[in-house]
């Protein structure tokens, strides 16, 4: 009989082990779950073009260099920039950067856009 009731006692003692184990881990969030993109304030120059679909759908136009090679993707800042009046036009950008979605590229936020 004491020997039943130990065996309870140490079920027990495991089960809140495990309860209280189980509700630390969901108290806390995974360690990157709710980390914030980062964003660094950047300014390039270049022609500003319309941009074609991509698969992730990130930005509406292209700033490419001399060259004609893709310095930055770029989207305006909630309504705040409008894009199209630069379109093919020599450009000052400023705004937030990221990375994008897809692997290896750069999306600007524009927070302010002037002519040059």
């Known amino acids: 009989m ?4 130990t065996k309870v006692v140490k079920l027990w003692i495991l089960i809140l082990l495990l309860a209280l184990l189980g509700t630390q ?5 995974p360690k990157d779950c709710c980390k914030q993109k980062e964003t660094m304030m950047k ?8 941009m074609g679909m991509s698969m992730f759908m990130q930005g ?16 305006a800042e909630n ?13 000052k950008v400023s705004g937030n950067e990221e990375p994008t ?3 290896g590229g750069t999306i600007l936020t524009v927070t302010s856009i002037d002519a040059i």
């Open 2 to 5: 004491r020997a039943e009731k």
């Open 25 to 29: 881990s969901l108290a806390e969030p």
């Open 43 to 50: 300014s390039y120059t270049g022609k500003v073009e319309p």
């Open 60 to 75: 509406t136009h292209q700033l490419v260099d001399d060259s004609g090679e893709m310095v930055v993707i770029l989207q």
């Open 79 to 91: 309504g705040k920039v409008d894009l199209n009046k630069f379109v093919n036009k020599k450009v």
């Open 101 to 103: 979605v897809e692997a």
